[in-house]
């Protein structure tokens, strides 16, 4: 059944008293999301037998809203990497070509969404997670704004930078869902007490907005059936909107997203996954001392992949290293989130391919041929303004995404835009 390599473990979480919103819903959940009584390994095998003893926030609130949770999903082990590759099941691959691959960190919940196996899915997102898989398989991916979604119960890779978000094949079930997760709690301390909005009514009539196409993403991309499908939606825009502008964003800073990004996500990886040890969380593996214990339990556990990551983290945070690496990149952060005001001031939406290219080959190296557009989306996560990817055209059989983001809390406008831009594209 799994063909995709999308399922870590099959589940039937519901409660039949419940009726709601999600009632008529098949939902599947990245393995980061905790599930009572249901193992959730974040596709890291040192968390292979962990199954939590409550549910995160987000799964309360499906069940309360009628959901059926069936799946719970590949990811790259801990939600480190961003093609799909790293679970410890093995690489997920791509819903349209099962030779390519599926794109991540959040590769289950898209592949399932994507080949109809569920109606909507929830993935997390610190740099890009969710909305490079839904280019790459196709679909609508939404990062909602950081403080909008409780966090509580999943497990975190950089929490400054995590968020949850929402796959679906239609804006509409993005924002029926968004409706039911999104809102204060007191369990998850950066969530936001801001009025949950009737997300689902999306508006039609999204007038007067002015729109940024970001420049520096379009200069580096030369896949001709991207540039051309992206300029004849701006072509589309420009008769309806009055105001469709190039804006720039410094260009240092543009080339820092994602060394910045490296720098504070392993660093706080580190911090964050330091209870993986075999003591309080992990698969014990004893040794003869507790430092002993520690060492062979994260060797044994964790992959290459996130050691590697692990070994940054910790090197950026030693005394000697923290004042001209960590703190430095968070200034550099700050920089990049007031240029992104900036352009937010001026304009309601940014909007740019989501990335240079379809997804790539297995057989690939997929460092090879990336370039700064596919790492872009990461901006982002630094200022925690939402975004959302949708289908925006193909190039070889293969779907692309468009990348939209506004300013915080702006969701209901978001959604309602980019149903109106979902319209369009399928008119060009
Ligand atoms: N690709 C990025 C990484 O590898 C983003 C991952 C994510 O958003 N979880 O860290």
Excluded: W
């Amino acid at each position: 059944m799994d063909k995709y390599n999308a399922i870590v473990t099959q589940c039937d979480i519901k409660d039949e008293t419940k009726k709601g919103s999600l009632s008529h819903l098949k939902i599947a959940l990245k393995d980061n999301i905790s599930t009572k009584g249901v193992k959730t390994t974040a596709s890291s095998k040192i968390l292979e037998n962990y199954t939590p003893v409550f549910n995160a926030t987000v799964v309360e609130r499906i069940i309360n809203a009628g959901g059926h949770i069936v799946a719970k999903t590949t990811m790259d082990e801990l939600g480190m990497g961003g093609y799909g590759k790293n679970p410890a099941t093995g690489p997920t691959l791509n819903a349209i070509d099962q030779n390519r691959m599926a794109g991540g960190s959040s590769a289950g919940s898209a592949v399932l969404v994507a080949s109809g196996v569920v109606d909507v899915a929830l993935g997390t997102d610190t740099g890009d997670s969710m909305r490079i898989p839904a280019s790459y398989n196709g679909i609508v991916g939404l990062k909602p704004t950081y403080g909008r979604v409780s966090r509580y119960g999943v497990v975190p890779y950089p929490a400054s930078l995590d968020h949850d978000g929402i796959f679906a094949k239609d804006i509409k079930t993005v924002a029926t869902m968004l409706e039911v997760i999104a809102g204060y709690d007191r369990l998850d301390q950066v969530t936001s007490h801001k009025e949950v909005e009737r997300y689902s009514d999306l508006d039609s009539d999204v007038n007067d907005v002015k729109i940024a196409i970001l420049d520096n993403v379009l200069n580096e991309i030369d896949n001709e059936e991207i540039i051309g499908a992206f300029y004849r939606l701006v072509n589309a825009l420009d008769l309806r909107y009055s105001e469709v502008k190039t804006v720039s964003m410094d260009e240092d800073l543009f080339k820092a997203l994602p060394i910045v990004y490296k720098i504070i996500a392993n660093a706080e990886a580190f911090s964050n996954h330091s209870n993986l040890s075999g003591v309080p969380f992990g698969n014990r593996i004893a040794g003869d001392t507790f430092s002993e214990t520690i060492l062979k339990t994260r060797s044994n556990g964790f992959s290459f992949q996130v050691a590697q990551r692990m070994f940054i983290g910790a090197t950026t945070l030693m005394s000697e290293n923290y004042t001209d690496v960590y703190v430095k990149a968070q200034k550099v952060r700050r920089k990049i989130v007031d240029n992104l005001n900036e352009m937010k001031e001026d304009y309601d939406f940014i909007i740019a391919p989501a990335a240079s290219r379809i997804a790539p080959l297995l057989s690939e190296d997929e460092d090879e041929h990336a370039t700064l557009a596919d790492s872009y989306m990461v901006m982002d996560n630094f200022s925690g303004h939402p975004g959302i990817v949708i289908p925006l055209g193909t190039s070889e059989s293969m779907p692309f995404g468009l990348y939209i983001s506004t300013r915080a809390f702006n969701e209901k406008q978001l959604l309602s835009f980019a149903a109106i831009i979902e319209e369009m594209v399928g008119e060009l």
